[in-house]
């Protein structure tokens, strides 16, 4: 049988024309060419394509077209309900770059126009994730009913069978929780193309095999999972913040809420693409900027990833009002897109950073230079640096360790334990650099040293209240070298992955000697606020400013603020010319009390 070949598209068309497959028989399928115009009914798949070299082959229009293993197992289940499909590797040439930057700007209208969004998780593993929906469902009515609010964790034995929940035993044995929790670490969250693809659906049902039920069941049962702290909540809590991100990309298009790209590309940056382009083009569709009046975002797959976020970088300084991208935490690793210059952020390498100029964090209202005062780009004559208005106002003197994370990437106890071990040395070495214990003032605000140095930790998030923030830290830092925040912590079990028993047996420890005020009260209110420091160092200058920099901070660096920079960036020497390190928090300078336009120059940023 001869090898499938597409017929051309359209070019320059007006009206917006797709393909369509529709089955014919087991894995023979026929390819048309429809107008979205004429609204034509059909279903939308979204679901990953594994790995490229597993392939099998299905007959279309007579020929036979190879496709991968993944997408053939979803359509050995789709075929006899699902009649007329829409499908990415199918209805578009894969390996015409002109056709995929005709056809890739259109798929926000195709996922909205079809009728529902089949989201293919893969096949059934041994047992079915998506079997115990049903049973968390009634879970949660049985709980709301009773208005009860408690966990798995302290309900009884017979109110777990009362409400339908696993026991004790089930819980370890039981492998419908265990594929439960398996199910939401399938590749299909990771994949940045699902935010777009679900965010404009009109429906949607997620698929396991044979199983499927609504999104909206799936969502609530998973989320109900992870706050009732159901086993194996241990492997559920990081799979389901990345859910729950997900959720939020739907509701602010329910909403008709406008998101700029930039804050996309930050906020989904962990999402994978096997493209290092689609990093950027599968967010454009939900931008509210990327259209031909502002950004202009070309959907191009000839041009070099590097080329196009420096073109992206670019667009977004010219029409931007502040200079945020460049708060976009740089990673000092390889880049698989090759070199970039400094003020180009890499999109390809994903970061656990938070940006001081982050939308997500409400309290970021940093403006440590003028609200009101516009910057002027300068290029040099190779695109690859820039010049802005700016002031280096001190140099870094003293660097801490990295304040990182060890729940992430750490998989034995023994790893966890170590992990800890750096995690507290880390604070503890930036005690010593601030001198908290020395009784002096920390001279930019007056302020106790110990008072400025608490701030600092947390970036100025006092939101709480003063007093409030201040007796938070104070329980935090008694409690904190015997590691009891991290076991209060409301997802304290996360980094374990220990037999119910035990756990079950901690908590109760915990629950009755700390009580109600440590599980829910300025520990756990100080540890939260601490989440925006993580991956990042504590530092101290020349003058003696304190702050929280980038992980890639050195001695020696600069400390600058620039003409619409809202907070103080991190620069480093190459000459006459500098590298962006990254933002920073300098306590005593957040609010423009450093900053003088008189005293800017142009500075260079390669």
Same mark, same amino acid.
């Given at each position: ?30 390819? =048309? ?225 406008? =998101? ?115 910057? =002027? ?230």
């Amino acid at each position: 049988m001869e090898e499938f070949r597409y017929d051309p598209l359209p070019i320059n068309s007006n009206t917006p024309v797709i393909r369509l497959v529709t089955v014919v028989s087991a894995f023979e399928y026929t390819l =048309t060419q429809v107008s979205l115009l004429d609204r034509p009914c059909y279903e939308a798949l979204s679901y990953c394509w594994g790995n490229p070299s597993k392939r099998k082959s299905i007959v279309c229009n007579g020929r036979t077209l190879s496709i991968t293993e993944s997408l053939y197992n979803a359509l050995r289940q789709l075929q006899l309900e699902h009649p007329v499909l829409w499908i990415d590797a199918i209805c578009i040439d894969q390996s015409s770059s002109a056709e995929k930057g005709q056809q890739v700007p259109l798929m926000k209208n195709i996922y909205e126009a079809a009728s529902r969004v089949l989201i293919w998780l893969g096949p059934i593993e041994n047992h079915s994730g998506l079997g115990v929906i049903h049973s968390l469902l009634n879970a949660k009515d049985a709980q709301e009913a009773q208005d009860d609010q408690r966990s798995w964790l302290v309900l009884s034995e017979a109110e777990r069978k009362g409400y339908g929940l696993p026991g004790l035993i089930q819980s370890v044995t039981d492998p419908a929780y265990k594929a439960f929790a398996n199910l939401l670490e399938r590749a299909w969250f990771t994949r940045i193309w699902i935010i777009q693809e679900l965010a404009v659906s009109r429906d949607a049902i997620v698929m396991e095999g044979f199983y499927q039920c609504s999104w909206t069941d799936f969502i609530t049962a998973v989320f109900y999972a992870e706050t009732a702290k159901i086993p194996p909540f241990w492997k559920t809590y990081v799979p389901t913040m990345s859910i729950r991100n997900i959720e939020m990309a739907r509701q602010a298009v329910k909403n008709g809420e406008s =998101t700029m790209l930039l804050a996309l590309l930050l906020f989904y940056r962990r999402s994978s693409a096997s493209n290092l382009r689609d990093k950027i083009y599968a967010l454009c569709g939900l931008a509210s900027d990327a259209g031909l009046d502002d950004l202009a975002v070309q959907i191009d797959y000839n041009i070099q990833p590097a080329n196009l976020y420096r073109q992206v970088a670019i667009q977004i300084l010219s029409k931007g009002r502040y200079l945020d991208i460049l708060s976009v935490p740089r990673v000092p690793e390889p880049s698989d897109v090759g070199p970039l210059p400094s003020w180009v952020p890499d999109w390809s390498i994903s970061d656990h950073s938070t940006s001081l100029r982050s939308a997500t964090v409400l309290w970021f209202n940093f403006n440590a230079t003028s609200k009101d005062e516009a910057y =002027t780009l300068l290029q040099g004559n190779n695109n690859s640096v820039i010049g802005l208005a700016g002031e280096v106002i001190d140099n870094v003197s003293e660097v801490g360790d990295v304040y990182i994370d060890y729940t992430l990437g750490h998989n034995t106890r023994i790893q966890r334990f170590k992990g800890m071990a750096r995690h507290e040395a880390a604070f503890n070495g930036w005690e010593k650099i601030a001198r908290v214990h020395s009784g002096t003032k920390y001279w930019p605000t007056g302020e106790d040293i110990l008072d400025a140095y608490w701030q600092t930790l947390i970036m100025g998030n006092v939101g709480d209240g003063y007093n409030a923030t201040k007796q938070q830290f104070h329980q935090w830092k008694r409690l904190y070298p015997a590691r009891i925040p991290n076991l209060l912590n409301s997802d304290w079990l996360q980094w374990m992955n220990l037999p119910v028993g035990l756990y079950v047996s901690i908590s109760g420890i915990i629950i009755s000697t700390f009580g109600h005020e440590y599980r829910h009260g300025p520990v756990v209110a100080f540890s939260k606020k601490l989440a925006t420091t993580l991956h990042r160092r504590f530092f101290k200058t020349t003058k003696g400013y304190i702050g929280i920099g980038p992980r890639s901070l050195q001695k020696g660096d600069a400390v600058a603020l620039f003409k619409g920079g809202m907070v103080p960036l991190v620069i480093r020497s190459l000459g006459d010319k500098w590298e962006l390190v990254g933002d920073c928090y300098v306590h005593g300078i957040m609010h423009g009390e450093a900053y003088s336009a008189q005293r800017c120059s142009v500075l260079w940023i390669a």
